[in-house]
C-alpha cells in the first residue's frame, strides 16, 4: 500500500494514475462488447469482423513504432500524448455519428487503434521518472499504475452491464465515451508536463529512423516480444469470445458479461498490487510463467463451464493469471532497452500488437474449424507455449 501513498502524494504519478484510469475507462467500456456491436449488432461476419482485427493490428503497430522512435529521438511526448487522445476522440465520434457497419469499421480499425499509444506512453514516463529507484520499488509502482488501468472493470463494467440488461442499446458506448475522452484530452493538455520542463532525464538514442527500427526487431528482442505477446493473446482473445460464449449458453445475458469482468477485475486488482512484494523474493518471470499457467486454464474451461454455474469459479484464475502477468511484464519489456524509455514504449505496444495478431488468427481459424470452443482452446495452449519459450530463452538471466 505504500507505493499508493507514493503516487497520490506526488503530482505526476498522481496525473499519470489519473491518465490510465481513463484509459482504463475506454477499455473497459469497448473490449468486452466490440464483438457483439460489430458482429450481433451491425451484421459483421466472423470473417469480417476478423479482418477487422487484423487492420486493428496494422494500424496499431505502424502507430506505435512511429510514435516509439519519435520520442526516443527528440522531446516530443506531450505531442504523442495528445495525438493519442484525439484518436479516441474522433473514433467514438465517428461511431456515434454513424451508427453503422462503416463507422464500426473506422472508429475500431483505423481511429481507436491509435488511442492504444497512449499506455505505452504512460508507462515510459513512469519508468523515467521512476528511473533512481530500487528495482523491487519500481516494479511495485509499475504494478499499481497498471492495477489503476483496471479499476474502472471493476465499476464501470457492472454498470454498462446493468444499463444493457434495462434496454439500453450497446451503441449508448460511443456518445458515453467520447465525453470521457474529451475529459481526458483535457488531463493530458492541462497536466502532462511539457517536454521542455519535465521532470526527468531522458537518454536518447541518437539512431535514425530506420536504425531505430533495426534495433526493435534485432533478434534478442524481437523473440522475447513475440513470445511475451503469446502469453497475453489469452487476454485479447478473451476479450472477443467472453460475450460471444456468454450469449451463446443458455441462461446468460449480455449483462452477465459485464458483472463477470467486474468481479474479476476487481480480484485481480488485488493481485496485482501484491506483485511489488513478490518480485522481492522471486524471480520476474517465474511469477509472469506462473501467471500464464493459471490464465491458461481459464481459457481451457471457459467453453466448458459457460451454461453452469460454476462458471463464476473461473474469477479466480483469470484474476490471479491476469494479475501476475499484467504487474511484470511491462517492467520486462522495458528492461529489455535498459533505462530508453521511447523505444521501451514500442517494445511493449509491439508487444501487444503481437497479442492481438496472435488473437485475430486464433479467433478466425477456431471460429472458422470448430467454433469459439475451439479457439479458447488453442488459445490456453498458446499462452503456455509462451511461457515455456520465455523461460528458455531467459534460462541463464535473472530477469
Known amino acids: 500500500m505504500s507505493q499508493i501513498l507514493i503516487i497520490w502524494r506526488d503530482p505526476v504519478l498522481r496525473m499519470i494514475g489519473a491518465a490510465t484510469m481513463l484509459f482504463g475507462v475506454l477499455a473497459a467500456s469497448f473490449e468486452p462488447y466490440k464483438s457483439l456491436l460489430g458482429i450481433t449488432i451491425f451484421g459483421l461476419s466472423d470473417t469480417a469482423f476478423a479482418v477487422v482485427l487484423a487492420t486493428t493490428f496494422t494500424v496499431t503497430v505502424t502507430a506505435s513504432v512511429w510514435v516509439g522512435i519519435v520520442t526516443d529521438q527528440k522531446p516530443s511526448r506531450k505531442p504523442m500524448a495528445l495525438l493519442a487522445v484525439m484518436g479516441a476522440i474522433g473514433g467514438t465520434a465517428v461511431g456515434w455519428l454513424g451508427n453503422n457497419a462503416t463507422a464500426f469499421v473506422i472508429a475500431h ?9 497512449i499506455l505505452g506512453q504512460l ?20 504494478s499499481v499504475i497498471r492495477a489503476l ?14 444499463v444493457f440488461d434495462a434496454g439500453i442499446p450497446l451503441t449508448a458506448l460511443y456518445p458515453a465515451m467520447c465525453a470521457v475522452c474529451l475529459i481526458f484530452a483535457t488531463l493530458i493538455w492541462a497536466r502532462w508536463p511539457t517536454d521542455a520542463t519535465a521532470p526527468w532525464v531522458e537518454q536518447k538514442s ?39 460464449v456468454f450469449v451463446q449458453a443458455e441462461g446468460r ?10 468481479l474479476f477485475v476487481a480480484l485481480e486488482i488485488l493481485v496485482m498490487l501484491s506483485v511489488g512484494t513478490l518480485a522481492k523474493y522471486f524471480r ?13 486454464l481459464f481459457m481451457a474451461l471457459l467453453p466448458i463451464l459457460a451454461p453452469y ?21 511491462i517492467s520486462y519489456l522495458q528492461d529489455l532497452l535498459d533505462d530508453r524509455a521511447g523505444a521501451g514504449a514500442s517494445l511493449m505496444t509491439l508487444q501487444r500488437t503481437v497479442s492481438h495478431a496472435l488473437a485475430t488468427l486464433i479467433f ?30 531467459d534460462r541463464s538471466t535473472r530477469s
Open 123 to 142: 508507462f515510459a514516463i513512469t519508468r523515467l521518472y521512476t528511473a533512481g529507484w530500487a528495482a523491487a520499488d519500481r516494479d511495485g509502482v509499475t
Open 309 to 329: 454455474r460454476t462458471v463464476w469459479l473461473l474469477i479466480l484464475p483469470v484474476a490471479i493469471g491476469g494479475g501476475l502477468l499484467y504487474g511484470l511484464s
Open 364 to 393: 478466425a481459424v477456431g471460429a472458422a474449424i470448430g467454433g469459439y470452443h475451439l479457439a479458447a482452446f488453442a488459445g490456453a495452449f498458446t499462452i503456455l507455449t509462451g511461457a515455456a519459450m520465455l523461460l528458455y530463452l
Open 253 to 262: 445475458t449480455t449483462g452477465d458479461v459485464g458483472v463477470f469482468f467486474g
Open 284 to 296: 520476474r518471470l517465474h511469477i509472469i510463467a506462473i501467471g500464464a499457467v493459471f490464465y491458461a
Open 109 to 117: 480499425a483505423m481511429l481507436l487503434p491509435i488511442s492504444a499509444t
Open 206 to 244: 541518437g539512431l535514425g529512423f530506420f536504425a531505430s527500427v533495426k534495433e526493435l526487431l534485432a533478434g534478442r528482442i524481437v523473440w522475447r516480444i513475440f513470445w511475451m505477446g503469446a502469453v497475453h493473446s489469452g487476454s485479447t482473445l478473451m476479450g472477443v469470445i467472453l460475450a460471444l
Open 149 to 162: 488501468f483496471a479499476v474502472p472493470f471493476v465499476v464501470v463494467l457492472p454498470t454498462w452491464g446493468f
